[in-house]
């Protein structure tokens, strides 16, 4: 055995202090986000280009999803790689920049729609700002990321994941310019009028899609006790990952400009299939993951992320199925949808469901142990109590994902109402769980000690 | 100078289990990441791992094992030393906490 280490610091650097109120800033940003679909200003009522879409959908995939993965990457970068952030600070920057940069970019895309030329310039503003907020997150996670050699799979893709996440904020950038700035629309206007795809694809499929499956391979076998190990199925996913987003992105971009190429067209369909069997491997692996765990009674956001693998599974069957009969463009804003709330949301909302209660555990309960009683981290919830608001939260998007393939506008409204109050709901349980709510009430208080706590084997 | 006798090194065992893993929710003794005990001359050596390298609660359960050792009576220091080899597996556990995890013992 080989002492790494021997002196216990009286402050942990490795709690990324910023991290709750991130999340709790994100899931603000998603409910408004949700709020303007279920008000009925966004598609399907309206346009997906109309600029009350454009304010819901950068509210959920800029507010929600991005602070979201930032303020995960701020505490489990020094997970994966042992080694701490650049600077705390950074995160509470980032965080301001963002929400700044997201409010002028609300403002401006809500001025679009009724042609208020000079509330626009406001995109480009915010755009700069959100610019500024994500060049320092990545400077704050990449540093940590770069220091660990070997690099480990999670850190590998999250690498990836911030390389889209560059390429996508540049590209909406230049379409925030072209929107608002009549200078550059005649210079990216073919980019403008056929290129908005490629930027959704490099945002959910090379950032979020890549970096969840990263930090899922880190979360779900820590949580599960699984073997972390992903040997052959892990770089398979992340290497077709890589290329498929990639390719499909850059010629994706290039066919703007050269409709007609032959071999760019061959190439995106090159990354397609690339994107499926990524996609494919990934759910296979974590069907592996979850047979050879060996924590037989899972805890409850294990359970409830199932509903995120499942709408993975549906997403990919779908896109598959519209590619193959060249239907996808007709029906990519319901896809994207699925992505968005099933995919992408259910995983983060089934996570913070276990990432809320631990770190809360850490910030007001971690100085007590060894010196009083402490609570468990499931102390800190009540799944009984949660497991439904799960359960309606994915019926809900089922609901709304039927209704934007069918094109029946209100039956994706009443699905899309239906998640928001399960996302209400759960937001009042992770409020709980900061709170303390739980914890007094199973805090171990008899003489007689808990299991948990009681001799129970030989001795080392 | 402590007038206590020097514990013994069950009964210190016997309190560590007194500190939990915030995550598993049990006690680090019967988890396993206990790896060696020493106790001699009014100092305890606790040589310890984490169930993930980077463990976010590491520091927490590092510093609950030294506040709960200098809680005994009789001692006085508590020297931590966490190692990663050999690395920790739900095997480690004790059959309690295996039987409270539904783990299956794979021990020959």
């Not at chain 1, 994100?26 to 399907?44: E, H, R």
């Not at chain 1, 061959?266 to 974590?286: E, F, P, R, S, T």
């Not at chain 2, 993930?52 to 009576?73: F, H, N, S, W």
Request: hydrophobic share 55%.
């Amino acid at each position: 055995m080989t002492a790494i280490e021997n002196a216990v610091p009286a402050v942990s650097d490795r709690l990324s202090r910023w991290t709750l109120l991130i999340f709790a800033c994100a899931l603000v940003n998603f409910l408004l986000g949700q709020a303007l679909i279920v008000a009925g200003v966004t598609w399907p009522e309206v346009a997906f280009t109309a600029g009350s879409t454009l304010a819901a959908v950068h509210l959920i995939t800029l507010g929600w999803l991005t602070l979201l993965m930032f303020g995960a990457l701020f505490q489990f970068v020094p997970v994966i790689t042992t080694k701490p952030l650049l600077n705390q600070w950074l995160s509470l920057a980032v965080l301001i920049l963002v929400e700044f940069g997201l409010t002028g970019m609300t403002v401006g895309f809500l001025a679009l729609n009724r042609g208020a030329s000079g509330l626009a310039r406001c995109l480009p503003f915010g755009g700069t700002l959100v610019l500024a907020g994500v060049l320092l997150a990545m400077g704050n996670i990449v540093t940590p990321l770069l220091c660990s050699r070997p690099l480990a799979l999670p850190g590998r893709f999250v690498l990836a994941g911030l390389a889209f996440l560059l390429a996508t904020v540049l590209l909406g950038f230049t379409f925030a310019l072209a929107l608002s700035v009549p200078a550059f629309t005649p210079l990216a206007a073919p980019l403008l009028a056929s290129g908005v795809g490629y930027h959704v694809l490099a945002g959910l499929g090379g950032w979020f899609t890549l970096t969840a499956m990263g930090v899922s391979y880190k979360l779900l076998p820590m949580f599960m006790l699984a073997p972390e190990e992903r040997g052959w199925w892990g770089e398979c996913v992340l290497q077709f990952g890589i290329s498929g987003f990639g390719l499909s992105v850059i010629a994706g971009l290039l066919s703007v400009w050269r409709p007609q190429a032959v071999l760019l067209n061959a190439v995106q369909h090159l990354g397609w299939l690339a994107i499926a069997v990524a996609v494919m491997a990934y759910l296979i692996d974590v069907l592996r993951l979850y047979r050879t765990r060996k924590r037989a009674r899972i805890e409850l956001h294990n359970r409830a992320a199932c509903g995120a693998f499942l709408s993975l599974a549906a997403a990919l069957v779908i896109a598959v199925v519209l590619v193959a009969s060249h239907r996808l463009a007709a029906y990519a804003p319901a896809l994207v949808l699925l992505v968005l709330f099933g995919w992408l949301s259910g995983l983060g909302l089934t996570q913070l469901y276990k990432i809320v209660p631990f770190l809360t555990w850490i910030t007001r309960y971690g100085h007590q142990l060894g010196r009083d009683a402490v609570p468990r981290v499931q102390d800190l919830v009540d799944e009984a109590r949660t497991s439904p608001w799960f359960v309606i939260y994915f019926l809900g998007v089922a609901l709304a994902a039927l209704g934007a393939f069918i094109n029946v506008a209100y039956v994706c409204r009443t699905g899309a109402a239906v998640s928001a109050g399960a996302t209400l709901g759960l937001g009042f349980e992770y409020w709980r769980a900061w709170r303390g709510h739980y914890a007094g009430r199973t805090r171990p208080a008899t003489p007689i000690p808990p299991p948990y706590l009681s001799r129970g084997g030989p001795a080392p | 100078m402590s007038t206590h006798a020097l514990p013994s090194r069950e009964y210190v065992l016997d309190a560590l289990h007194e500190v939990i893993d915030p995550e598993l929710g049990y006690n680090i003794v019967d988890i396993g990441l206990i790896y060696g005990l020493e106790v001699a001359d009014n100092l305890i050596k606790v040589t310890l791992t984490m169930t993930t390298p980077g463990c976010p609660a590491q520091d927490y359960i590092m510093e609950g094992v030294k506040q709960r050792g200098l809680r005994i009576p009789g001692v006085q220091d508590v020297d931590i030393h966490l190692v990663w080899e050999p690395p920790w597996s739900p095997q480690k556990m004790t059959p309690i906490a295996k039987a409270h995890f539904h783990i299956e013992d794979d021990t020959p």
